[in-house]
């Protein structure tokens, strides 16, 4: 068995110079889902897969180190709905994309394992740098972003996004975040905020950052002052960081949740206009017809709520809203859609569509510049996390699960290293003035 309690000891007692050469185990623990398995919930309906049952917390062999790569300790994660993608084995098993990567390199061959360790975010500390890495040195404190690039293919080179050998770390990836020692690409680092816990600052990197490049980047809708945008599940995830890219970009966001406790939190975080979509009980479906009755219906909402039809809609519920964001976009007006969580068959009225010059933009988490740019506001102290709750690693299965059933609000964290919450600050000046920000959601939990 390997033991990282030397290395968790020298981070918490702040003596960053003896990670430098400080000894790495030669296995660890991580949560990770078994290629043998993927075919357990085969049959069952989507809701009835349970991420407890899928995801198994062990020990495993330390993550390898190559070329312009750093081996990290992980403090704290978060769990995305990723996580949940892969725990469930849809839309296909994840051993998919490890087969595929390990076809590709002689590195590649390293993730192409019979168990995958999940997990897209990341907080904690550089222990080892392979050849290379010039920007990165033992002992720096980082948040991980999770586009996984080689940089090698032209295409790239104005979008990372758009290079052919992108991948999401830890879901297209092996060695995601849920391990003691992880391993990145060095160009996936970025300063940790010091004002903020380990596992706030995890719950950053993936949602803030796609939120990111949906809004603010000119890659998505490029936002400006005064744009009313919709924005579904507003204290999801995605939406928690949206609302915040809206105000502080000067635009007035129209939320959407589905309880009253949800319409609270985002009151209190100064969105003014919320619509409870349960309360209201729009029916957009009628079994497989779509009703354009209740398309106006939530137009007239908006209407009356921000005075005008959005500019912009932050789209990801998919298939059981699409018809609808399109229809309810203003005339010219952009739908920027990253996910499909209801159904990827999307079907909308394309007269509504090019009649009104209205757009549709795909949106894919971000590239680097996005995602740093998105980590820099946080690290001033403009954009906030949106944490609820936390969790152990050995219950990391309990996270997903609360994830997969919708019973979460914001983001679910998980301490790794980190012994206990509330650890890892070390401006605390700069986390006094924003306090209420940064804890919102967890108050409301
Ligand atoms: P999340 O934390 O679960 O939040 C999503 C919210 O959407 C839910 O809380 C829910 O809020 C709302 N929602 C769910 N189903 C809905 C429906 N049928 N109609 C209306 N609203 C619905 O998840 P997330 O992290 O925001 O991620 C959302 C989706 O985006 C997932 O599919 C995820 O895989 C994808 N994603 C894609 C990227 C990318 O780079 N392409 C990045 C991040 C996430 P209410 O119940 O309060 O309305």
Redesign the pocket.
Known sequence: MGSTDHIRRAILDGARAELAGIGIPESVRAGFVRKEEQDMFEGMDSKAKDPRKSIHVEEVPTPPLGPNEVRMAVMASA????T??TSIFEPLPTFAFLERLGKESELGKRHDLDYHIIGSDASGVVLEIGAGVTRWKPGDEVTVHCNYVDMEAPEGHDDSMIDPSQR?WGFESNFGAFADITMVKANQLMPKPRHLTWEEAACLG??S???Y?MLVSPNGADMKQGDVVLI?????????FAAQYVLSGGGIPVG????PD?VDILNAAGVEHVID??AEDYRFWDGDQQNPKEWRRLGKKIRELAGDDPDIVFE??????FGASVFVAKKGGTIVT?????GFMHEYDNRYLWMNVKKIIG????NYKEAWEANRLAYLGMIHPILSKTYPLAEVGEAAYQ?HQ?L????LGVLVMAPEEGLGVSDPELRASHKDEIELFKKFE
């Not at 579904?232 to 928690?240: H, R």
């Not at 949106?363 to 971000?366: E, L, P």
């Open positions: 769990i995305n709905y990723n949940v993608w999401i993936l949602v950052s796609t939120s490049r579904w599940g507003a204290t999801g995830g995605l939406g928690g959407v949740v589905s309880s949800k979509r349960k990801h519920p998919g298939r059981q809203t990253c996910a499909s969580t209801s949106s894919h988490f971000a994830v919708n979460h609000t914001g983001k």
